[in-house]
Each structure stands twice: as C-alpha cells, then as structure tokens.
T-cell receptor, first 112, second 115 residues
Framework: AQSVTQLDSHVSVSEGTPVLLRCNYS??????LFWYVQHPNKGLQLLLK??????LVKGINGFEAEFKKSETSFHLTKPSAHMSDAAEYFC??????????FGAGTRLAVHP | DGGITQSPKYLFRKEGQNVTLSCEQNLNHDAMYWYRQDPGQGLRLIYY???????QKGDIAEGYSVSREKKESFPLTVTSAQKNPTAFYLC??????????????FGPGTRLTVL
C-alpha cells in the first residue's frame, strides 16, 4: 500500500533564505509523486510531478524536488523564499487508477 | 477560461438536512473526484468517476452520494447520515484515471458548515 509522510507540520523561513519541505513515501512499485500548494481557502495547484523520468524535477515558481529511491524521499526545495510562497504544501503519491494519497501537509511561513 | 467551478463557496446546513454541492468542469476530462479536507489533514477521497454514468466509492464514502449524468458535472450530496459533515470539500478532474501520473486539476472548494 502507498503512504506519504510529511516530516514537518510547520516550517518558518525568512524571505530570501532557502526552503526545504521534507517528504517520505512508501510504495510497493514505482510511484508517481506530486507536490501541490494550497493558499488559504483555495483549491490546490500543482507545483511539480515525478513520473519515472528525470529524478530532479523542476516546477513552477522556482521550486524543485529530487526523487531518491534509496531514501524513499521526495523533498521540495527552493533557493530563495518569497513572501508569496507562504501557503500549505502537500506531498502526494498516486496509487493505481490515479487515486491520490495525500500527506498531512506542511504549512510554510515566510517572514520579512 | 478552462477550469473547474464549485458552488456555492460557503454553505450552511442544519442538522438532518441533505445538501448538494455543485462541481462543473469545461476541460473535457473523463475522470472526476470529490475530496474532503479537515483542518491539519490532507485530502481524503470520497468518490470518483472514470466516465459518465459510472462512479466508485473512495476511502470515506459513507454518508455521501454522487451522480455523473453528464461529462462536465459531478455533484456531491451530503446526506443526514454523514455524522460529521463540517469540512472543506474539493472537486478535481483529470484527463483519465490511467496512467497514474495524470495531473488532477482542483476547483476552489466549498466550505460546508453544519449548524
């Protein structure tokens, strides 16, 4: 069975500093992995996805994630945080028939 | 503009009443989904539909019902049997169920509060 663990429920960074949001997954076969972002009271927007091509995946707004099979990790990074990055971020694994399994989310706060 | 619309944005219901949440997409997607989101939790799948006139239960279907009479519409009814219906409800669609890497596009959500 697939599962996702987001290791931090809250992350706080200063504007202009790097962002690291951690995600570990469990899957019985080669997974598809996603990061979605949700701003308050809004729907979810796809940041990036991994589907067994390049292990370093670049997404929108300067985010990227690296798939590490040996560590079963898919951490999300950004070199320099912006105030507009403050939101909730979900790591997601796709099971068969495109059923998405969501992590509990990481709330990112960005301080001036 | 292509996308997914959900209405209403906010909905209040008295206990014991059924209520229907609307979801419409103009992306020509075959697959549609309903999720429930509770504070501090990820999304949980209620129902999904691969094609018109077909739908399947997700992980938390009890107390909910759906229909898929048209490709672009996938309404969700929250029945009085749902014991804790207050939540944020999100509708999504994707081009198809398979392959597993198909992106799901999300609507803006409906916040349901039971008084």
């Amino acid at each position: 069975a697939q599962s996702v663990t987001q290791l931090d429920s809250h992350v706080s960074v200063s504007e202009g500093t790097p962002v690291l949001l951690r995600c570990n997954y469990s899957s019985s076969y080669s997974p598809s992995l996603f990061w979605y972002v949700q701003h308050p009271n809004k729907g979810l927007q796809l940041l990036l996805k991994y589907t067994s091509a390049a292990t370093l995946v670049k997404g929108i707004n300067g985010f990227e994630a690296e798939f590490k099979k040996s560590e079963t990790s898919f951490h999300l990074t950004k070199p320099s945080a912006h105030m507009s990055d403050a939101a909730e971020y979900f790591c997601v694994v796709s099971s068969g028939y495109n059923k998405l399994i969501f992590g509990a989310g990481t709330r990112l706060a960005v301080h001036p | 503009d292509g996308g997914i619309t959900q209405s209403p944005k906010y909905l209040f219901r008295k206990e014991g009443q059924n209520v229907t949440l609307s979801c419409e997409q103009n992306l020509n997607h075959d697959a549609m989904y309903w999720y429930r989101q509770d504070p501090g939790q990820g999304l949980r799948l209620i129902y999904y539909s691969q094609i018109v006139n077909d739908f399947q239960k997700g992980d938390i279907a009890e107390g909910y019902s759906v229909s898929r009479e048209k490709k672009e519409s996938f309404p969700l009814t929250v029945t009085s049997a749902q014991k804790n219906p207050t939540a944020f409800y999100l509708c999504a669609s994707s081009a198809s169920i398979a392959p597993a890497g198909n992106e799901q596009f999300f609507g803006p959500g409906t916040r349901l509060t039971v008084l």
